[in-house]
Nanobody, 124 residues
Framework: QVQLVESGGGLVQAGGSLRLSCAAS????????MGWFRQAPGKEHEFVAT????????VYADSVKGRFTISRDNATNTVYLQMNTLKPEDTAVYYC?????????????????WGQGTQVTVSS
């Protein structure tokens, strides 16, 4: 089992940057592909990015490609989401998730473990 705790959210002006972190418990962290999703008020979970267990394969949503970077450190059981050039439409609760089912997965139901989320608000 994996427990996930996100941090790093906050309020930032448009064009600014934030770095989200997701700390995972459990000795099998490196066996899981990790993903970031977000949910804006009144909307469903939206895929943001995912990274393979090794870190060698990443997939991004078109809406964040070129602005966001996902990375992981298996030595510290942490996954990151570096968010640059933030836009007001990036405002959402951001969730970290883990899946044992493979890499490159973009649907929320394919992820088994979820964090509690961290709020990101981008002002215009």
């Amino acid at each position: 089992q994996v427990q996930l705790v996100e941090s790093g959210g906050g309020l930032v002006q448009a064009g600014g940057s934030l770095r989200l972190s997701c700390a995972a418990s459990g000795r099998t962290f490196s066996r899981y592909a990790m993903g970031w999703f977000r949910q804006a008020p009144g909307k469903e979970h939206e895929f943001v990015a995912t990274i393979s267990w090794s870190g060698g394969n990443t997939v991004y949503a078109d809406s964040v490609k070129g602005r966001f970077t996902i990375s992981r450190d298996n030595a510290t059981n942490t996954v990151y989401l570096q968010m640059n050039t933030l836009k007001p439409e990036d405002t959402a609760v951001y969730y970290c998730a883990a899946t044992p089912y493979g890499e490159g997965l973009v649907r929320s139901y394919e992820y088994v473990y979820w964090g509690q989320g961290t709020q990101v608000t981008v002002s215009s």
